[in-house]
């Protein structure tokens, strides 16, 4: 085992030369406050020492649920360091959720925030956790125990393989599971994507991401630190004060809604965003109306790409040149990665055709938590990850992605892929948004149904929706139903959560 094959020692060794310069820049609070490169690397050093002075065992695994701030990134770069598994929660979960993830992931220590305290810490020590601490912004036991530690520390020794984190999924369908990635699952995803991505000297980085997530966790913040680029750090997302720092930086990472609500402020400028290099986004799928507008407003393409929770980062559509960016697509796959399409027997399609996305490559886990049933299901006879994604490849190699195999609508026998209908009322006038599912029906075992979202000061009629529909796509694919909602339930990445639009009109067709 090599300490250099450690996550943290990688990061550490791209920190820039000059320590005293500033890693990070808080954005939102009262007064801005600065960390350097020193300072992160002195933190994490005393709390990897605080974990070490528990006398755990190797791998023990961490679990967080705290705000974020740039103490909670240290907390997860002092865990790497210490050679132990982290294992961040959403902020959002709740007492029934958090108890699953202590039982399911055994973790020896948690950290949550103090607010929280009083009902995470009987659960966590009723479930056999050993330690539990408090973190919220510069405070907490945390903070006050790792202050008695060493400000040095040698990264621990581990194999590439070995396990740095378990991000559990959103778990739509039946309970979240725990995928398992490894050191190098990490580091060689970041590598790739610095050199794809085009990360250069000066660059600077808004993160205004969760970062209990991969997009926020793995995709923006390994990429500043890995480039040993500043980042200007906001706790929560403001659409105004953020665009007011495009100015002093490069790199923006967001998902669709913060893109919108970028669009929805008058200080969105081509001069104000004039020095910004790339923005990019991910979690949920951009529509191509979001894709053109921000094009026209801010003279910017943005970047769409593709990852999951399982493997990060898998395809990205080119950094340069610009012009070859194309709307609806997530790009062509990351250098190192495989990807394929397959039909539901496991056969190659034809270009063009739908089918299953399924990919290999050294960034792709080790496997689902204490699953290993789970896991043999999800890779194929030749290991390859089988992502539950729908999608297509074109004659150039973008993928186009068509929905999850589990948002399939399969209606008198005929599979109706939602991205295809959702696109198609997407355009018509008044729309703001719209999702297609799939309820219990009487005759055809699953009706379709689309729920739609009107434009601000619009209104849309279902029977001209479905009108407008019969005239561009098969009979069986048009809604049987139109539903309008003045917005849809979507997660905190901004993936609209079809179960629980499942759920809500289950019994519309009294199935």
């Not at 740095?164 to 778990?171: D, L, R």
């Not at 725990?178 to 970041?190: D, K, P, Q, V, Y």
């Not at 997302?237 to 923006?252: K, L, Y």
């Not at 892929?417 to 703001?432: D, K, S």
Request: net charge negative.
């Amino acid at each position: 085992m090599k300490h250099d094959d450690n996550l943290y020692a990688t990061l550490r060794a791209a920190f820039p030369a000059d320590l005293d310069t500033v890693a990070f820049e808080t954005a939102d609070t009262p007064l801005p406050l600065h960390y350097t490169w020193r300072d992160v690397d002195r933190a994490t050093a005393m709390l990897a020492n605080l974990l070490a002075s528990l006398e755990l065992p190797p791998g023990s695994r961490i679990a967080a649920q705290v705000d974020k701030s740039v103490e909670a990134a240290m907390l997860y770069l002092a865990v790497l360091r210490a050679g132990h598994v982290y294992l961040p929660l959403n902020t959002a979960y709740q007492a029934g959720e958090i108890e699953y993830f202590v039982a399911n992931a055994e973790p020896v220590v948690v950290v949550c925030a103090r607010r929280n305290f009083g009902w995470v810490a009987p659960l966590a020590f009723k479930a056999g956790v050993q330690h539990v601490f408090t973190l919220d912004d510069r405070s907490g036991s945390l903070l006050e125990r790792a202050a008695w530690h060493a400000d040095t520390h040698e990264p621990a020794p581990v194999q590439p393989d070995d396990l740095a984190v378990i991000v559990y999924t959103s778990g739509t369908t039946g309970r979240s599971k725990g995928a398992m990635l490894t050191h190098e699952n990490l580091r060689s995803n970041a590598r790739v994507l610095k050199d794809f991505w085009g990360w250069e000297p000066g660059d600077v980085l808004i993160h205004a991401l969760p970062i209990f997530h991969v997009h926020g966790l793995f995709v923006a913040l390994h990429g500043a630190l890995l480039n040993g680029s500043r980042t200007i750090w906001f706790a929560r997302f403001d659409p105004a004060a953020v665009i007011a720092r495009f100015p002093e930086a490069t790199v923006f990472m967001g998902v669709p809604t913060l893109y919108v609500r970028m669009l929805g402020e008058p200080a969105l400028t081509r001069a104000q965003c004039a020095h910004m290099r790339l923005f990019v986004s991910g979690s949920a799928p951009l529509l191509i109306e979001t894709f053109e507008a921000w094009r026209e407003r801010t003279g910017h393409t943005i970047l769409e790409r593709y990852g999951m929770s399982e493997t990060v980062m898998l395809t990205s559509n080119p950094y340069r040149p610009e012009s070859a960016r194309r709307g609806g697509t997530v790009g062509v796959p990351l250098p190192g990665v495989q990807l394929r399409i397959r039909d539901d027997k496991g056969q190659p399609v034809p270009t063009g055709e739908v089918g299953h996305i399924q990919v290999k490559g050294p960034n792709v886990f080790k496997g689902y938590w204490r699953m290993p049933e789970k896991t043999a299901d999800d890779f194929t006879d030749d290991l390859w990850f089988k992502t539950g994604d729908v999608g297509r490849l074109d004659a150039d190699g973008y993928l186009t992605l068509v929905g999850r195999s589990k948002d399939l609508v399969i209606t008198g026998g005929y599979n109706v892929y939602p991205a295809e209908v959702e696109a198609l009322i997407n355009e018509l006038p008044g729309v703001a948004e719209s999702a297609v599912i799939g309820v219990p029906h009487p005759d055809f075992g699953e009706g379709v149904v689309a729920v739609v979202v009107p434009r601000l000061g619009a209104q849309v009629d279902g029977e001209a929706i479905v009108a407008a529909l019969k005239t561009k796509i098969a009979n069986y694919k048009v809604p049987k139903r139109v539903v309008v909602v003045p917005e849809l339930p979507r997660n905190q990445m901004g993936k609209v959560q079809k179960n629980l639009l499942r759920d809500e009109h289950r019994a519309l067709f009294g199935a």
